[in-house]
């Protein structure tokens, strides 16, 4: 195994080599917490290979041997409470069960395909998938809709309860936020317009940053980060992510260990691969403080390495010349230690976002308990 003081010694040296501006290099220096005396040894030229990406799954919910029973259980879920609502005998539990449809959809229904874009796993979604992701967006965004309207009719009654109302509408409201914000970042179309509906989005989630609701406050941070990103410039998404060694409130998880993974990646690509790394090794040291169960940590830990690995492949493909064969090999090296040390068949699963979103909208008659779709929990 590669000596941990070895490597943080190459990052020093690594980041005393770059090019970086003084408010840049602030930033990084704040984050970047290592005290290496000395450098390290001289590593022989020859330059291994890259090694393959290790092959890593999401960890099957509880209940459910696979992703496939999940979502068919979601989707018969979401197809009750659509019933409910249209049945229901009055407009606000029409809404209710609309809403509590749509939130389960964006919660639970396109997790999956959440969690592996945002960390880069089986990235291609075929013909079939895409068309899943559609009439799943499609379908929440019509029950959203649906909501809507039943909430406009009650705001023209006199009788309607106020507060009631008033926080209905507030659920509606950050549901279309959400929907508008995932659709943005799970749509496989590239180019400017891509990019300004990506804006539109991260605009539309700017107000939910300081929600009272710390889970959806969490989730609208990453989000519009996820969103800001697909710009050119990532200043303003590093600016709506938390430093990457702050401690994360309880209640802001996944969604704040997801955000600092993120920050990592962004800072790879301002040019900082070395940062990057020396972050996401103390962020692996802490997954035993911000994770609350050891499936939890486990997860956590090989989702942080699996970054780290994506890292050190892209780094290796953009260092160049003969000055350039030590770092290579260090790269290349480091990357197979991982894959054979943490990376085996019966340790290979991810930590997931779930939900995607946080659930906000419950159904009726269900004393605000959120829906839970696992038969075994959620």
Known sequence: MIPRQYVLSLVVLAL????????????ITDEVQVDVPGTPK?????????????????????????????LR???????????????????????????????????HQLEPTCTRKLLHVNGN??????????????????????????????HNREDQPADGLQESTHRLETL???AAGLRAFLSPEKGAEAVRSARRAASG?????????????????????CLRNLESDQGPALAALDLALSDPVPESMPYAFFARL????????????????????????RCNEWLTTDTERGDALRSAQLVRIQIMADWYGRLTGSNAASERKWCAESIQTLISEDFGE?????????PAIPIIASPPDEDGAAPDPAPEGD
């Open 16 to 27: 005393a080599a770059m090019p970086v501006c003084a408010g840049m290099w602030q930033e």
């Open 42 to 70: 001289t590593v022989p030229a020859a330059v291994p290979p890259l090694p393959d990406s290790p092959q890593v799954r999401l960890r099957p919910m509880p209940g459910f041997e696979d992703d496939a029973a999940y």
């Open 73 to 107: 259980s979601i989707a018969a879920r979401v197809t009750e409470l659509e019933a409910q609502a249209g049945e229901a005998g009055n407009p606000m539990k029409q809404a209710e069960s609309a809403l509590a449809a749509a939130n389960l959809i964006l919660a």
């Open 125 to 154: 979604v075929d013909e079939h998938g895409e068309a899943d992701l559609r009439g799943a967006l499609g379908r929440a965004d019509g029950l959203i809709e649906r909501a809507g309207a039943a909430l406009k009719e009650l």
């Open 176 to 178: 279309a936020a959400f």
């Open 205 to 225: 989630l700017a107000p939910l940053r300081e929600d009272r609701n710390q889970p959806v406050a969490s989730a609208a941070s990453l989000w519009q980060a």
């Open 262 to 285: 993120l920050r990592c990646r962004l800072l790879t690509d301002r040019g900082h691969p070395a940062a990057a790394l020396a972050l996401l090794m103390q962020i692996e040291e």
């Open 346 to 354: 019966d340790g290979n699963t991810v930590l997931r976002l779930t």
